[in-house]
Protein backbone atom coordinates (compact mmCIF):
# COMPACT_ATOMS: atom_id res chain seq x y z
CA UNK A 1 0.00 0.00 0.00
CA UNK A 2 1.18 3.66 -0.80
CA UNK A 3 1.18 5.84 2.44
CA UNK A 4 0.63 8.64 0.53
CA UNK A 5 -2.89 7.47 -1.03
CA UNK A 6 -3.98 6.87 2.98
CA UNK A 7 -6.41 8.90 4.28
CA UNK A 8 -4.81 11.89 6.65
CA UNK A 9 -6.30 11.02 9.55
CA UNK A 10 -5.86 7.36 9.27
CA UNK A 11 -2.08 8.33 8.21
CA UNK A 12 -1.61 10.56 11.55
CA UNK A 13 -2.74 7.38 13.71
CA UNK A 14 -0.82 5.30 12.05
CA UNK A 15 2.38 7.69 13.14
CA UNK A 16 0.98 8.00 15.89
CA UNK A 17 1.12 4.30 17.21
CA UNK A 18 4.83 3.90 16.52
CA UNK A 19 6.89 4.02 19.42
CA UNK A 20 8.98 6.89 20.30
CA UNK A 21 12.78 5.45 19.66
CA UNK A 22 11.42 3.99 16.29
CA UNK A 23 9.87 6.74 15.36
CA UNK A 24 12.79 8.72 15.94
CA UNK A 25 15.28 6.52 14.74
CA UNK A 26 13.64 6.37 11.29
CA UNK A 27 13.03 10.34 11.04
CA UNK A 28 16.99 10.54 11.96
CA UNK A 29 17.96 8.18 8.86
CA UNK A 30 15.53 9.70 6.29
CA UNK A 31 16.49 12.97 6.85
CA UNK A 32 20.57 12.63 8.16
CA UNK A 33 20.76 9.68 5.60
CA UNK A 34 22.15 7.68 8.79
CA UNK A 35 20.75 5.88 12.07
CA UNK A 36 21.51 7.90 15.58
CA UNK A 37 23.91 6.02 17.99
CA UNK A 38 21.89 5.27 20.96
CA UNK A 39 24.11 4.02 23.12
CA UNK A 40 27.35 6.57 22.68
CA UNK A 41 25.41 9.60 20.96
CA UNK A 42 28.22 12.31 20.39
CA UNK A 43 27.28 14.79 18.25
CA UNK A 44 24.57 17.27 19.03
CA UNK A 45 21.70 16.07 16.68
CA UNK A 46 22.62 12.29 18.39
CA UNK A 47 22.20 13.94 21.76
CA UNK A 48 18.79 15.35 20.81
CA UNK A 49 17.40 12.18 20.33
CA UNK A 50 18.63 11.11 23.05
CA UNK A 51 17.33 14.17 25.08
CA UNK A 52 13.55 13.33 23.48
CA UNK A 53 13.84 10.12 24.72
CA UNK A 54 14.97 10.38 28.48
CA UNK A 55 14.90 13.57 29.99
CA UNK A 56 11.35 14.45 30.45
CA UNK A 57 10.55 16.23 33.22
CA UNK A 58 7.05 17.63 33.91
CA UNK A 59 8.10 21.55 34.05
CA UNK A 60 9.36 21.51 30.39
CA UNK A 61 5.64 21.15 29.23
CA UNK A 62 5.28 24.79 30.83
CA UNK A 63 8.11 25.61 28.62
CA UNK A 64 7.25 25.46 25.75
CA UNK A 65 3.80 26.25 26.10
CA UNK A 66 3.55 29.62 24.18
CA UNK A 67 1.01 31.38 27.13
CA UNK A 68 1.85 29.34 29.83
CA UNK A 69 6.13 29.89 29.26
CA UNK A 70 5.10 33.17 29.97
CA UNK A 71 3.78 33.19 33.45
CA UNK A 72 6.81 30.89 34.16
CA UNK A 73 9.52 33.65 32.64
CA UNK A 74 8.16 36.26 34.68
CA UNK A 75 8.95 34.75 37.46
CA UNK A 76 11.87 33.99 36.91
CA UNK A 77 12.97 37.57 35.06
CA UNK A 78 10.10 39.66 35.30
CA UNK A 79 6.25 40.37 33.59
CA UNK A 80 8.35 43.89 31.92
CA UNK A 81 10.16 41.49 29.62
CA UNK A 82 7.10 39.47 28.17
CA UNK A 83 5.09 40.45 24.97
CA UNK A 84 1.59 41.27 25.94
CA UNK A 85 -1.18 38.62 25.40
CA UNK A 86 -4.39 40.52 23.67
CA UNK A 87 -6.54 37.09 24.14
CA UNK A 88 -6.78 33.62 24.34
CA UNK A 89 -9.24 31.26 22.59
CA UNK A 90 -9.82 27.35 21.76
CA UNK A 91 -11.16 28.03 18.36
CA UNK A 92 -10.19 30.01 15.65
CA UNK A 93 -14.46 31.11 15.26
CA UNK A 94 -13.97 32.76 18.82
CA UNK A 95 -11.24 34.74 18.05
CA UNK A 96 -12.69 38.54 18.93
CA UNK A 97 -10.93 40.44 15.73
CA UNK A 98 -13.14 43.65 17.11
CA UNK A 99 -11.35 43.33 20.57
CA UNK A 100 -8.05 43.16 18.70
CA UNK A 101 -5.51 46.24 17.68
CA UNK A 102 -5.15 47.26 14.00
CA UNK A 103 -1.96 45.47 14.37
CA UNK A 104 -1.18 42.30 16.21
CA UNK A 105 -0.25 38.22 15.51
CA UNK A 106 -2.25 34.88 15.90
CA UNK A 107 -0.38 31.59 16.88
CA UNK A 108 -1.17 28.62 18.83
CA UNK A 109 0.23 27.67 21.92
CA UNK A 110 1.54 23.88 20.92
CA UNK A 111 2.39 23.88 17.62
CA UNK A 112 5.55 25.71 15.66
CA UNK A 113 5.33 28.15 12.30
CA UNK A 114 1.74 28.39 12.37
CA UNK A 115 1.38 32.22 12.52
CA UNK A 116 -0.94 34.87 11.09
CA UNK A 117 1.33 38.53 11.20
CA UNK A 118 -1.75 41.04 10.76
CA UNK A 119 -0.29 44.65 9.82
CA UNK A 120 -3.75 46.43 9.40
CA UNK A 121 -6.83 44.88 10.66
CA UNK A 122 -8.88 46.37 7.73
CA UNK A 123 -7.27 44.33 5.07
CA UNK A 124 -7.17 41.29 6.87
CA UNK A 125 -8.60 38.19 5.58
CA UNK A 126 -10.29 36.69 8.32
CA UNK A 127 -11.68 33.72 7.15
CA UNK A 128 -8.36 32.74 6.03
CA UNK A 129 -6.56 33.41 9.63
CA UNK A 130 -9.08 31.50 11.22
CA UNK A 131 -8.48 28.53 8.78
CA UNK A 132 -4.97 28.94 9.49
CA UNK A 133 -5.87 28.54 13.36
CA UNK A 134 -8.14 26.27 12.96
CA UNK A 135 -5.53 23.96 10.99
CA UNK A 136 -2.40 24.78 13.22
CA UNK A 137 -4.97 23.73 16.63
CA UNK A 138 -5.32 19.81 14.60
CA UNK A 139 -1.76 19.37 13.77
CA UNK A 140 -0.96 16.79 16.23
CA UNK A 141 2.83 18.20 16.66
CA UNK A 142 4.13 15.92 19.20
CA UNK A 143 3.17 13.18 17.22
CA UNK A 144 5.02 14.21 14.35
CA UNK A 145 8.01 15.29 15.70
CA UNK A 146 8.30 12.78 19.06
CA UNK A 147 9.33 16.07 21.01
CA UNK A 148 7.69 15.03 24.49
CA UNK A 149 7.29 18.59 26.52
CA UNK A 150 4.74 19.31 23.65
CA UNK A 151 2.72 16.07 24.48
CA UNK A 152 0.26 17.63 27.01
CA UNK A 153 0.66 21.28 25.92
CA UNK A 154 -3.46 21.91 25.90
CA UNK A 155 -3.68 23.58 22.67
CA UNK A 156 -5.10 27.42 22.28
CA UNK A 157 -4.50 30.28 20.08
CA UNK A 158 -3.36 33.62 21.32
CA UNK A 159 -3.00 37.08 19.83
CA UNK A 160 0.37 39.19 20.49
CA UNK A 161 0.98 42.75 20.60
CA UNK A 162 2.28 43.28 16.95
CA UNK A 163 6.25 44.52 17.52
CA UNK A 164 9.16 45.12 15.08
CA UNK A 165 12.88 45.80 15.91
CA UNK A 166 14.83 48.83 14.05
CA UNK A 167 14.24 47.06 10.72
CA UNK A 168 10.92 48.59 10.49
CA UNK A 169 10.07 45.12 9.17
CA UNK A 170 11.10 42.24 11.22
CA UNK A 171 12.15 40.83 14.29
CA UNK A 172 15.56 39.76 14.84
CA UNK A 173 15.85 36.36 17.16
CA UNK A 174 19.13 36.51 19.40
CA UNK A 175 18.55 32.46 20.24
CA UNK A 176 21.45 31.51 22.97
CA UNK A 177 22.46 27.99 23.14
CA UNK A 178 22.69 26.86 26.94
CA UNK A 179 24.08 23.82 28.42
CA UNK A 180 23.57 23.04 31.88
CA UNK A 181 22.92 27.16 33.19
CA UNK A 182 25.76 28.24 30.73
CA UNK A 183 25.03 30.46 27.46
CA UNK A 184 27.57 29.26 24.48
CA UNK A 185 26.44 30.02 21.21
CA UNK A 186 24.33 32.91 19.81
CA UNK A 187 22.39 32.68 16.75
CA UNK A 188 21.05 35.19 15.08
CA UNK A 189 18.01 35.01 12.78
CA UNK A 190 17.01 37.64 10.13
CA UNK A 191 15.36 38.09 6.66
CA UNK A 192 13.10 35.94 8.25
CA UNK A 193 10.54 37.12 5.56
CA UNK A 194 12.71 37.40 2.33
CA UNK A 195 15.81 34.66 2.82
CA UNK A 196 15.81 33.86 5.91
CA UNK A 197 19.53 33.84 7.24
CA UNK A 198 21.23 33.27 10.61
CA UNK A 199 24.87 34.23 11.69
CA UNK A 200 26.38 32.23 14.85
CA UNK A 201 28.82 34.01 17.45
CA UNK A 202 30.03 33.66 20.30
CA UNK A 203 29.16 35.42 23.45
CA UNK A 204 32.29 37.55 22.86
CA UNK A 205 30.52 38.83 19.45
CA UNK A 206 32.60 36.94 17.14
CA UNK A 207 31.39 35.47 14.17
CA UNK A 208 31.59 31.65 13.90
CA UNK A 209 32.70 29.69 10.96
CA UNK A 210 29.76 27.78 10.35
CA UNK A 211 25.78 27.57 9.45
CA UNK A 212 23.22 24.96 9.78
CA UNK A 213 21.82 23.79 6.30
CA UNK A 214 18.86 25.79 5.09
CA UNK A 215 20.12 29.13 7.43
CA UNK A 216 22.82 30.64 5.02
CA UNK A 217 24.99 32.91 6.93
CA UNK A 218 26.22 36.57 5.74
CA UNK A 219 29.38 37.85 6.99
CA UNK A 220 28.49 40.95 4.93
CA UNK A 221 25.13 42.11 6.67
CA UNK A 222 26.32 43.95 9.39
CA UNK A 223 24.35 43.45 13.16
CA UNK A 224 25.82 45.44 15.81
CA UNK A 225 26.23 43.90 19.40
CA UNK A 226 23.67 44.66 21.36
CA UNK A 227 24.53 47.13 24.31
CA UNK A 228 22.45 45.03 26.15
CA UNK A 229 24.16 42.09 25.51
CA UNK A 230 25.21 41.13 28.74
CA UNK A 231 21.60 41.49 30.02
CA UNK A 232 20.24 38.94 27.73
CA UNK A 233 23.18 36.41 28.22
CA UNK A 234 22.05 36.90 31.83
CA UNK A 235 18.65 36.21 31.34
CA UNK A 236 19.67 32.75 29.17
CA UNK A 237 21.22 31.39 32.23
CA UNK A 238 18.81 31.88 34.92
CA UNK A 239 16.34 30.50 32.50
CA UNK A 240 18.23 27.22 31.26
CA UNK A 241 19.46 26.75 34.95
CA UNK A 242 20.01 22.57 35.43
CA UNK A 243 18.96 21.90 32.02
CA UNK A 244 21.55 19.84 30.05
CA UNK A 245 20.50 22.01 27.00
CA UNK A 246 18.17 24.17 25.85
CA UNK A 247 17.79 27.33 23.27
CA UNK A 248 16.32 30.08 25.15
CA UNK A 249 15.46 33.08 22.24
CA UNK A 250 15.00 37.15 23.18
CA UNK A 251 13.79 39.79 20.51
CA UNK A 252 15.90 43.56 20.96
CA UNK A 253 13.65 46.18 20.58
CA UNK A 254 15.52 49.93 20.37
CA UNK A 255 17.44 48.37 23.48
CA UNK A 256 14.38 46.50 25.64
CA UNK A 257 14.03 42.77 25.24
CA UNK A 258 11.61 40.69 25.22
CA UNK A 259 11.26 36.70 25.82
CA UNK A 260 10.62 34.68 22.68
CA UNK A 261 10.47 31.25 23.46
CA UNK A 262 12.24 28.37 25.25
CA UNK A 263 13.33 25.28 22.74
CA UNK A 264 14.60 21.91 23.41
CA UNK A 265 15.59 20.85 20.05
CA UNK A 266 16.16 23.28 17.67
CA UNK A 267 15.04 21.77 14.35
CA UNK A 268 14.28 18.71 16.01
CA UNK A 269 17.76 17.55 15.78
CA UNK A 270 17.40 16.61 12.04
CA UNK A 271 19.13 19.11 10.38
CA UNK A 272 23.09 19.55 9.13
CA UNK A 273 25.78 21.63 10.20
CA UNK A 274 28.41 22.83 7.59
CA UNK A 275 30.76 21.72 8.01
CA UNK A 276 30.02 18.80 9.85
CA UNK A 277 32.77 18.54 12.45
CA UNK A 278 30.26 21.53 14.12
CA UNK A 279 27.80 18.86 15.13
CA UNK A 280 30.49 17.46 17.50
CA UNK A 281 31.78 20.18 18.70
CA UNK A 282 28.39 21.17 19.73
CA UNK A 283 27.36 17.97 21.06
CA UNK A 284 30.56 17.92 22.79
CA UNK A 285 29.34 20.83 25.38
CA UNK A 286 25.93 19.10 25.98
CA UNK A 287 26.84 16.32 29.10
CA UNK A 288 24.62 14.17 29.00
CA UNK A 289 22.38 13.03 33.01
CA UNK A 290 22.73 9.83 34.19
CA UNK A 291 19.10 7.93 34.07
Known sequence: MNI???????????????????FLTLKYYKNLGKFPNWNNPVTFNEKLQWL?????RPIYTQMVDKFEAKKYVANIIGEEYIIPTLGVWEKGEDINFDSLPNQFVLKTTHDSGSIVICKDKNVLDKKSAILTMNNSLKRKFYAITREWPYKNVKPRIIAE????????????DYKFFCFNGKPKILKVDF???????????????????????????????????PNNLHKMIDFAQKLSQDIPF????????NEEIYFGEITFYPNSGVRNFIPKEWNFKIGNLIKLPKY
Open 4 to 22: LSIPKRLKEFLIGIIPDKI
Open 52 to 56: KLYDR
Open 246 to 253: VRVDFYNI
Open 161 to 172: QYMVDESGVELK
Open 191 to 225: NRFVKHQANYYDLDWNLLPFIEHGYPSDSNFIIKK
